[in-house]
């Protein structure tokens, strides 16, 4: 029904770029064993278990709680407990080892990848001047110097190889730019990746200068295991909400053939913006299903619609305007969307006023909705439709930028073109047989029926 887009393809396998980040771990290993000495096996073979188990019990799409990671405590606390070579074997083995049913070119990259990153760190840490806490008689003032401030740096460098090694996966795999998704995984990441260096410290202090020993992991780590089995509950209820919200959409699709795949290409379009205009993580999941959602009203207004069969007339514009309001009817009693429905109830606004269904102007305008406002008209441009062809993305962009002030958030505009010089987009083209289908069928999207609703209604007043 809708021809893919074509991918950016890079000439390099998935095979040859995992195998190369093992080696390269495989290649640290070693020399950090020449430089340090071989580590101490009963601490290698204590974090690795604890290692095991922290990656094994991981939640993916942890959103906002991504500051909790028992796997990352570990293999931080490993820099300077079993130094570089150590660190190798303790990233390596932990997701080596994982319970968590994985492909297996997947296993080895995260292997390899972990591996490599507590190599680069025990490098760094060493570096900067670290020691090994329990043969060392440190004073106080000397663990802060000699270990925890090495330890943060190695961490920090660590996290920063760790968001361009997955860069370099996405551009092996789908052909997205490295430093784009390095930046916007750092971002997602935010400032919480900074406590897993902090909790490593307090384990390594305990662990050695302390003389805990291997008992520390009972202090410090028994919480986080029942921290971490929490978010685990939490992120399986997100993942609920998230195949509700894929079924309304469905359901959608199912009733508007025109429709199918534009919620999904809105909330990529959004996603790229967000970063861009301040949405942090955690508002960035409500923008994700207000994108989703925000044709959902159609629905209840499609069967009321005029079937379409020359200019845009007022029955037309009367009836759509109503699909704002009737969406956010039909979600009532979600309370996991709450956050999502200012987008979806004003994502036809315009900045001069002349929107609906409220007729709100500029900054009262929410942010969803006016992020939501640009990806809708960039998506409607750049798709076929009966009565024109898709734009291309420079084409597409340069009419948005003529409805900056107007109809559009200039800034929200300029958000957008600079996560797509990044990452082009494709137009998508809809075949013939979906376009007979539904007719000559107005795209209420088209930047130009917004215009002549302006045109039509009374400033500020909404028809009823």
Partial sequence: MHRPRPAEKTSLPVGVYVTSVCLAAL????????????????AVAVLTVLGILGSSLRERDLGPHLGVSVATVILAAALPLVGPSGAV??????????????????????????????????FVYISA????????????????????????????????????????????????????????TFRRLGGGYLTHALIAFLFVVLWAPVGVGTFSAVLI????????????????????????????????????????????????????IAPRVGIDTADAEALHYAA???????????????????????????????????????????????GA?????????????????????????????????????????????????ALDQDSALEVLRGRSGTHLDGAVVEALAEALATRRWWPTVIEDDVRTA?????????PLVSDLYADWSPEGEVPR
């Fill in 89 to 122: 074997i303790v990233g390596f083995l932990s997701y080596l080892g994982s319970v968590r049913s994985q492909r297996l070119r997947t296993r080895l990259f995260n292997a390899g990848m972990t591996g490599l990153m507590g190599g680069v760190g025990g």
């Fill in 292 to 338: 989703l959602l925000h044709d959902i009203g159609l629905i209840a207004a499609a069967p009321r619609i005029p079937r379409a069969s020359g200019p845009v007339d007022v029955d037309y514009l009367v009836t759509i305007t109503t699909h704002p309001e009737a969406g956010v009817r039909m979600l009532e009693g979600m309370n996991f969307l709450g």
């Fill in 27 to 42: 290649a640290l290993g070693l020399a950090g064993g020449q430089l340090t000495g071989p580590p101490a096996g009963d």
């Fill in 129 to 184: 001047g670290g020691l090994v806490p329990g043969e060392s008689g440190l004073t106080p003032l000397g663990l802060l110097w000699r270990v925890a401030i090495p330890l943060v740096l190695g961490y920090v460098v660590m996290t920063m190889l760790n968001t361009l090694l997955i860069g370099g996966m996405a551009r092996v795999v789908s052909g997205s730019q490295v430093w784009d998704v390095a930046v916007r």
């Fill in 221 to 272: 780590l028994g919480p986080m295991f029942i921290a971490q089995w929490t978010l685990g509950r939490d992120s399986v209820e997100r993942r609920s909400h998230l195949r509700t919200v894929k079924t309304i959409v469905a359901a959608l699709e199912e009733a508007n053939p025109y429709s199918v795949g534009h919620s999904a290409r809105v909330a990529e379009l959004c996603g790229r």
């Fill in 341 to 389: 429905v200012p987008g979806i109830l004003h994502h036809h606004e315009r900045l001069d006023g002349r929107g609906y269904p409220a007729g709100l102007s500029g900054a009262d305008i929410p942010l969803f909705a006016r992020v939501i406002a640009v990806a809708d008209a960039f998506d409607s441009l750049t798709t076929t439709r009966s009565y024109r062809a």
């Fill in 438 to 446: 539904v007719g000559d069928a107005h795209d209420h999207d088209d």
